[in-house]
């Protein structure tokens, strides 16, 4: 489909609906296209950018192509996409990584400069996430029921700390 008949659909015909000056608030992976865009309201997309506009009521979650439409930015859309897709390719290696056991027994990972920990606790599994280089860390107050959702969680510690931990 030819981005200009792209956008000849959906919210895009609507008089009402504005077309340009709308910011990206959030985006997110739905794991599969499993989503109909609420601007155009034909592309399925898995790769969600969550838009606002100052003089539309909704937040309108929408694909790549219509963010960059609605945004008059070809760039940072596209950078988004590309975030959240990197992501998703390390969630996926993530399930099969090797896990070390520490002097203390514990389950641990060195990866991308962090040390992820798995230690067991009353009722179950936290996570705690350091970086190797400062030495700054945070120990996780979730509890996981088992080693196996600690794993999974871990990656998601791993990305926050990416992102927060100096």
Known sequence: MSLRRHTDH????????????????????LGEPSQLCEMCESAEVRFVHYMQHPEYPDVLGVGCVCAERMEEDYTRPRERE?????????????RGREWHRSAKGNPYVNVNGFNLTLYEAARGWRVSVANRATGASQKGKKLFP????????????LIWAEQNLP
């Open 82 to 94: 590309r975030r959240l897709k990197n992501v998703a390719r390390r969630r996926a290696a993530w």
């Open 10 to 29: 959906g919210k895009w015909s609507e008089a009402k609906v504005p077309h340009r000056g709308w910011s990206c608030i959030y985006d997110d992976d």
């Open 146 to 157: 088992d080693l196996a959702a600690a794993q999974a969680a871990a990656f998601e510690a």
